[in-house]
């Protein structure tokens, strides 16, 4: 079965370092979401790409973080400088399309611990 | 920002039992998912139910939608111990198109 891959599963850094995430969305997917989930709340999006476009980054911290998905296939996040409060799980996701009916497909996520 | 808030936050049941948690939401939406989060791991869909449709039913799984309350809720029938997870519920602010919202979560503890 098709499953997004995400690495590395945990990353602990320490604040003011670079760090950056792979993904990989399922084969075919056009639609790929970046997420970060604070312990104890519900995923928050950060980006979101079509193919290689970004039609959603309004919640992306860009003083920081950046997103990339050159070919329209794998994405990379990075964060620089890591802060404390980045701490969190970083979740990859991908849909056939952007309609908000299609069924979205999570990676195990990255867990960021800053120290 | 989270659109949605569950209720409870945490629920606690025996094997066997049903759980019901509740989902309420702000704006008005085109469908609402709820999703299931396994310790330590990603989420998984389990269903999707649209602004005209006020009950889905996926096996073990029945969700109802009230979008005059702004709400949903999602029943578990017959827990399992493999069915102790966060479970989530999500809209898309009826944007028809995918940012999902999702709401703070409900965590269920189902004991053997």
């Known amino acids: 079965e098709a499953e997004v891959a995400q690495s590395p599963r945990y990353k602990i850094t320490e604040k003011s370092q670079a760090v950056a995430f792979w993904c990989d969305p399922i084969s075919g997917h056009a639609t790929l979401y970046w997420y970060r989930q604070i312990l104890g709340q519900g995923p928050e999006l950060l980006v979101q790409?079509?193919?290689?476009?970004?039609?959603?980054d309004s919640q992306l911290p860009k003083d920081r973080f950046s997103a990339e998905r050159l070919k329209g296939v794998d994405s990379t996040l990075k964060i620089q400088p890591a802060e404390l409060g980045d701490s969190a799980m970083y979740l990859c996701a991908s849909s056939l399309g952007q309609q908000s009916y299609n069924e979205q497909f999570f990676g195990p996520g990255t867990r960021l611990t800053v120290l | 920002s989270q659109q949605g808030e569950e209720d409870p936050q945490a629920l606690s049941i025996q094997e066997g039992e049903n759980a019901t948690m509740n989902c309420s939401y702000k704006?008005?939406?085109?469908?609402l998912q709820w999703y299931r989060q396994n310790s330590g791991r990603g989420l998984v869909h389990l269903i999707l139910?649209?602004?005209?449709?006020r009950e889905k039913h996926s096996g073990r799984l029945r969700v109802t939608l009230d979008t005059s309350k702004k709400s949903s809720s999602l029943l578990i029938t017959a827990s399992r111990a493999a069915d102790t997870a966060s479970y989530f519920c999500?809209?898309?602010?009826?944007?028809?198109?995918?940012?999902?919202?999702f709401g703070t979560g409900t965590r269920l503890l189902v004991s053997p």
């Open positions: 704006t008005s939406i085109n469908n």
């Open positions: 790409f079509q193919d290689e476009s970004v039609v959603d």
């Open positions: 139910i649209r602004s005209n449709e």
């Open positions: 999500a809209t898309d602010g009826n944007t028809g198109f995918q940012k999902l919202v």
